[in-house]
């Protein structure tokens, strides 16, 4: 089951990309860039729930 706060960071992940596709349309460096920061925090946060849910 998939809880509201992972459906909202799938929105946000959703919206960021479309935003930076328009954004780098031709610099996928650039696209890739823009989402490293995202990606990060989710990482972060999906690493910290596995080691409280232990």
Excluded: H, N
């Excluded at 992972?6 to 328009?22: D, I, V």
């Excluded at 696209?31 to 690493?47: N, W």
Aim: net charge neutral; proline share 2%; glycine share 8%.
């Amino acid at each position: 089951m998939i809880c509201e706060s992972t459906r909202k960071k799938k929105c946000e992940y959703e919206e960021l990309k479309s935003r930076l596709g328009e954004q780098f349309p031709d610099d996928i460096g650039g696209y890739s860039d823009g989402k490293d920061r995202f990606v990060k925090e989710i990482e972060r946060l999906a690493i910290l729930w596995y080691w409280q849910s232990r």
